[in-house]
């Protein structure tokens, strides 16, 4: 995954449910209760109806939105090379109006796999922003010539998800085994003093748990191990997406750790869309594979069903095809639930499940792998942890 988190639960809309009450008044009817419905309105994109149903076609104007825009936010699409090259213009008579006078008039994207270029671009001052940057670059350029990184805390929680559903980290006992034997500190090391330890599946700004699900605790890792089908130890294989130096440092650690219980772990890199292909299926699905979360609005929800209800198993999100019934009907009625501290204690009971089943590694939140030029003079103060990754260019002053 990237570390942009994706809106990955939907309320369901009932066909022909929206109506316009008055000018400024809509009203939503949805075909069961979703609790973090107002916080996904955020979410909602308009688009110019007249554009759209001129270009219907048999689905509603889909295709025709995957090469054309037909929207009403700040910024049009001047250039869209897929893969390459994306260019937006903004709107000088944007309806909203514009919160800066020295706002951005035109914003590229350009694709740039290599970090060696990212950096020497932030560097040059060819770009103004450069992301999925490694912590070492972002020690490195840290107050070099007004550059600065991005603030936290963050939303970001990154795990490592074990396959459950096939191969030895099927086993319960042997997840077990592994949680416990995991140097813990020596993850956390791995962004330079810039992670924060995961008590759970939940950044700490979303859960109440004080505690980690585990610590570090090598006897209790052996017992684990000694209950399992693999009592001698094991050989596993952890996958990592290329070119990401923390999630290779991931399997450095996992490496070291395991090897104290005598499991034996090899690291391979693949590229993201090809780990994704192998998902799908548990039989191909790796043993262990580490995964940035980001949210696209601040619920627990976003996290939990995503990652631990078994309809997303095989989805990119849970990739080790968890399942619990118990939690998924917790996750059910919890979504189902508006009042916010009846949804609380619903999440607290399926959470409490995890430790159990052991289905991930709960690591860090870690920082936001962003390298800022002295031009974007307000980054900071308008810096979000909601798709943090994801940058709001509207709200960006250029110099001054």
């Known amino acids: 995954m990237d570390k942009a988190g994706r809106v990955r639960s939907r309320a369901c809309w009932l066909p022909g449910g929206t109506t316009a009450v008055d000018e400024h008044t809509v009203q939503f009817a949805l075909t ?91 560097e040059s001052g060819e770009a103004d922003l450069v992301d999925w940057m490694s912590v070492d670059d972002a020690v490195a350029l840290n107050g070099v010539n007004g550059i600065t990184v991005a603030p936290g805390p963050t939303l970001t929680v990154y795990d490592v998800k074990m396959n459950t559903a096939d191969g030895p980290t099927a086993d319960a006992n042997l997840r077990r085994a592994i949680a416990f034997a995991v140097d813990y500190d020596a993850m956390l090391a791995i962004w330079g003093g810039g992670g924060t330890r995961l008590a759970g599946p939940l950044p700490p700004s979303l859960s109440g748990d004080a505690a980690p699900m585990y610590n570090q605790d090598l006897d209790a890792a052996r017992a684990a191990l000694a209950a399992s089908a693999y009592p001698d130890g094991v050989a596993l294989e952890y996958v990592y997406v290329t070119g990401l130096e923390d999630e ?67 989805n990119w999100t849970n990739p080790g095809h968890y399942a619990n019934p118990a939690v998924d009907a917790l996750l059910e009625q919890a979504r189902a639930t508006v ?62």
Not at 72 to 84: D, K, L, Y
């Open 339 to 400: 009042g916010a501290e009846e949804r609380a204690a619903l999440y607290d009971q399926a959470v409490a499940l995890l430790p159990a089943d052991a289905p991930n590694l709960f690591i860090a939140t870690t920082p936001e792998a962003h390298i800022v030029g002295p031009r974007l003079s307000n980054y900071g103060a308008v810096y979000s942890p909601v798709m943090g990754s994801m940058e709001d260019f509207y709200f960006f002053a250029v110099g001054g």
């Open 32 to 122: 069961q209760p979703y609790g973090p419905f107002l916080d996904i309105l955020t979410w909602l994109f308009i688009v110019n109806p007249a554009v759209v149903e001129a270009n219907l076609g048999d689905d509603d104007g889909v295709t025709y939105l995957t090469n054309a825009s037909a929207g009403s936010g700040p910024f049009s699409i001047s250039q869209w090379r897929p893969g390459e090259l994306y260019e937006f213009t903004a709107n000088a008579g944007y309806w909203r109006g514009w919160p800066n006078e020295n706002y951005p008039t035109t914003v590229t994207r350009v694709v740039t796999r290599e970090a060696s270029t990212r950096r020497l671009g932030i």
């Open 248 to 314: 290779r440092r991931t399997g450095l650690v996992l490496q070291d750790s395991l090897a104290e219980i005598g499991i034996d772990v090899t690291i391979s890199a693949v590229a993201w869309a090809d780990a994704v292909a192998t998902f799908a299926d548990p039989a191909t699905a790796p043993d262990l594979f580490p995964l940035y979360s980001g949210t696209a609005f601040a619920d627990p929800d976003n996290y939990l069903w995503a990652s631990f209800h078994s309809s997303l198993a095989g």
